[in-house]
């Protein structure tokens, strides 16, 4: 069993002990901080380089965020991680990588909001900027700037304490560039993310 199946199977067994044990209600004026680990699933057929079929890697890392709730029932929420080390391959070739650093502007739907209840869970859309890092020496890759929508739920430990766990989908796509500065090809992916952790409410 891989470690996020083994994360992810901790997370849902605490979540059904602990979380019956207290309830809460999201309301107006709620503040809070996520953190957490996820794995980024790349897919297949990520773009291309020089001609050449791209493929990137799947990666995991630490992630991180912070939100405010308008109303009992909508919010805004601004997320990101740790940078996310990608490994490429094109036409064969590998032992390269490259950095992904996502930033995610979400606005979420909580639909218990305003009632108590264990489990609140959320929808969310919002606005996806990607910087890219570390390249292959002689390239670069621009940023990129897409839609983003994820869905979640938090697990009432307490008043104030919840466990997280959500799935998030991106848009990324941005041109790959020579030296010279002249474009060569394209990352263009649609990340699929699933994640775990903690909220905390203030």
């Given at each position: 069993?891989?470690?996020?199946?083994?994360?992810?199977?901790?997370?849902?067994?605490?979540?059904?002990?602990?979380?019956?044990?207290?309830?809460?209600?999201?309301?107006?004026?709620?503040?809070?901080?996520?953190?957490?680990?996820?794995q980024t699933d790349t897919g297949s057929?990520?773009?291309?380089?020089?001609?050449?079929?791209?493929?990137?890697?799947?990666?995991?890392?630490?992630?991180?965020?912070?939100?405010?709730?308008?109303?009992?029932?909508?919010?805004?929420?601004?997320?990101?991680?740790?940078?996310?080390?990608?490994?490429?391959?094109?036409?064969g070739a590998s032992g390269v990588s490259?950095?992904?650093?996502?930033?995610?502007?979400?606005?979420?739907?909580?639909?218990?909001?305003?009632?108590?209840?264990?489990?609140?869970?959320?929808?969310?859309?919002?606005?996806?900027?990607?910087?890219?890092?570390?390249?292959?020496?002689?390239?670069?890759?621009?940023?990129?700037?897409?839609?983003?929508?994820?869905?979640?739920?938090?697990?009432a430990v307490t008043d104030n304490v919840?466990?997280?766990?959500?799935?998030?989908?991106?848009?990324?796509?941005?041109?790959?560039?020579?030296?010279?500065?002249?474009?060569?090809?394209?990352?263009?992916?649609?990340?699929?993310?699933?994640?775990?952790?903690?909220?905390?409410?203030?």
């Amino acid at each position: 069993m891989s470690k996020m199946k083994l994360i992810t199977a901790a997370i849902v067994s605490a979540s059904a002990f602990m979380a019956s044990q207290a309830a809460m209600a999201y309301e107006a004026g709620d503040v809070f901080v996520r953190g957490g680990v996820a794995q980024t699933d790349t897919g297949s057929g990520n773009g291309n380089v020089g001609g050449a079929d791209l493929n990137v890697q799947s990666a995991r890392g630490f992630t991180y965020g912070a939100g405010y709730l308008f109303s009992d029932k909508v919010g805004v929420e601004l997320n990101s991680s740790e940078k996310f080390e990608h490994d490429l391959s094109a036409a064969g070739a590998s032992g390269v990588s490259v950095d992904r650093l996502p930033v995610n502007l979400l606005v979420n739907y909580y639909p218990m909001g305003g009632l108590d209840s264990k489990v609140q869970p959320y929808v969310g859309v919002g606005l996806n900027y990607t910087r890219f890092s570390s390249e292959p020496t002689g390239l670069s890759i621009d940023e990129s700037y897409g839609a983003i929508g994820q869905a979640g739920v938090d697990l009432a430990v307490t008043d104030n304490v919840m466990l997280n766990g959500y799935v998030s989908y991106a848009d990324v796509s941005a041109d790959i560039n020579n030296a010279a500065g002249a474009t060569i090809g394209e990352v263009d992916m649609e990340p699929v993310t699933i994640g775990g952790g903690i909220t905390y409410r203030f």
